[in-house]
């Protein structure tokens, strides 16, 4: 995706599909994350290192995770979120290194299209709000979401001020 300045303020946008490198997971992220983590940057950082041989230079993006369980997944019980987090990676990768065995890294694409999104600066446990607040834009531009909650984590867990990207497939409200 484009670099740009993000906006606090919720906006629509248009963006293509993206290869990622993928782990899917079940339970408490305090408790999954960090072999997550692990596995994806091992991952993505041999991809790297390989392509940088062959000459390719890859930059590697800000960690994503999709989160499902319907527009209410905040309410399902931490134990019991299921995720996929994942690493943009470049086009037409067809599997990575798997560097942590125990943790699966799969490729996937993603689709996005149509994209309602929203720069939050803060707590994660805070975030209710500004989720509310998207949904409410996504409804008065017209739309309807169409995908999962996604969230594309802009700083390091722990940061004193995080800031995360809060983002839905979206799609034109259907006319009934």
């Given at each position: 995706?484009?670099?740009?300045?993000?906006?606090?303020?919720?906006?629509?946008?248009?963006?293509?599909?993206?290869?990622?490198?993928?782990?899917?997971?079940?339970?408490?992220?305090?408790?999954?994350?960090?072999?997550?983590?692990?596995?994806?940057?091992?991952?993505?950082?041999?991809?790297?290192?390989?392509?940088?041989?062959?000459?390719?230079?890859?930059?590697?993006?800000?960690?994503?995770?999709?989160?499902?369980?319907?527009?209410?997944?905040?309410?399902?019980?931490?134990?019991?979120?299921?995720?996929?987090?994942?690493?943009?990676?470049?086009?037409?990768?067809?599997?990575?290194?798997?560097?942590?065995?125990?943790?699966?890294?799969?490729?996937?694409?993603?689709?996005?299209?149509?994209?309602?999104?929203?720069?939050?600066?803060?707590?994660?446990?805070?975030?209710?709000?500004?989720?509310?607040?998207?949904?409410?834009?996504?409804?008065?531009?017209?739309?309807?979401?169409?995908?999962?909650?996604?969230?594309?984590?802009?700083?390091?867990?722990?940061?004193?001020?995080?800031?995360?990207?809060?983002?839905?497939?979206?799609r034109p409200k259907s006319?009934?």
């Amino acid at each position: 995706m484009p670099s740009r300045k993000l906006k606090t303020d919720p906006e629509i946008a248009q963006f293509p599909p993206r290869t990622m490198a993928v782990v899917r997971t079940r339970g408490d992220p305090n408790e999954v994350g960090e072999g997550v983590f692990r596995a994806l940057y091992g991952a993505a950082y041999a991809l790297k290192f390989d392509l940088k041989k062959r000459g390719v230079e890859f930059r590697i993006e800000a960690p994503r995770a999709r989160w499902f369980a319907g527009e209410n997944w905040r309410e399902v019980p931490r134990e019991a979120w299921e995720a996929a987090w994942a690493l943009p990676i470049p086009e037409g990768t067809a599997e990575v290194t798997q560097k942590m065995p125990e943790t699966h890294v799969g490729v996937e694409t993603w689709e996005y299209g149509p994209v309602a999104q929203v720069l939050y600066i803060g707590e994660y446990a805070n975030e209710g709000p500004t989720i509310e607040a998207l949904h409410a834009f996504i409804d008065a531009q017209g739309y309807e979401i169409a995908g999962p909650h996604e969230e594309e984590y802009l700083s390091r867990p722990g940061a004193k001020e995080p800031k995360t990207v809060i983002r839905y497939q979206v799609r034109p409200k259907s006319a009934n």
